[in-house]
């Protein structure tokens, strides 16, 4: 299972069975094992990998302590217009965090945060719900970050 959903994330995948790239981010000198991935949502449609007899998809083994981090490329900007960016998506998922991945003028990998997850209090606002309603205090805004030092 992903910590997203299909459905949200990257439409196209389910919609029309495009295939994207998809890589592991991190542990790549782990042990590789056949995955199919699914999504949190409740809908059977919520996976990525439909032509399970053809394009197996091979990631490192799941390891509790060392959680898994996987990205999808050349998925297109537009993937965002179902919910629009920031939005409200399918079965309420919030919006996964967003990194840009470039390289520097020396040649080396830089990461940043495009944009961190989506937080419960900014989907409740735009459900019309405001924290003053229902007396819970504004959550501070920190930006996570993800650990991609095991490239």
């Given at each position: 299972?992903?910590?997203?959903?299909?459905?949200?994330?990257?439409?196209?995948?389910?919609a029309?069975?495009?295939?994207?790239?998809?890589?592991?981010l991190?542990?790549?000198?782990?042990?590789y094992?056949?995955?199919?991935?699914?999504?949190?949502?409740?809908?059977?449609?919520?996976?990525?990998?439909?032509?399970?007899?053809?394009?197996?998809?091979y990631?490192?083994?799941?390891?509790?302590?060392n959680p898994?981090?996987?990205?999808?490329?050349?998925?297109?900007?537009?993937?965002?217009?179902?919910?629009?960016?920031?939005?409200?998506?399918?079965?309420?998922?919030?919006?996964?965090?967003?990194?840009?991945i470039?390289r520097?003028?020396?040649?080396?990998?830089?990461?940043?945060?495009?944009?961190?997850?989506?937080?419960?209090?900014?989907?409740?606002k735009l459900?019309?719900?405001?924290?003053?309603?229902?007396?819970?205090?504004?959550?501070?805004?920190?930006e996570?970050?993800?650990?991609?030092?095991?490239?």
């Amino acid at each position: 299972m992903i910590d997203s959903s299909f459905m949200t994330t990257l439409p196209d995948s389910w919609a029309i069975n495009k295939r994207f790239i998809m890589l592991p981010l991190n542990r790549w000198n782990s042990d590789y094992e056949r995955v199919f991935l699914g999504g949190l949502t409740c809908d059977s449609d919520d996976y990525y990998n439909s032509e399970q007899h053809i394009n197996a998809i091979y990631l490192p083994r799941y390891n509790k302590e060392n959680p898994l981090y996987i990205g999808f490329f050349h998925t297109g900007a537009y993937q965002d217009t179902v919910g629009g960016y920031g939005g409200l998506q399918h079965c309420l998922i919030p919006n996964p965090q967003q990194l840009v991945i470039d390289r520097d003028s020396k040649g080396n990998l830089t990461y940043r945060v495009f944009s961190g997850r989506q937080k419960a209090d900014a989907m409740m606002k735009l459900l019309g719900y405001s924290q003053e309603e229902s007396g819970t205090p504004p959550a501070e805004n920190t930006e996570e970050t993800i650990g991609l030092a095991d490239r």
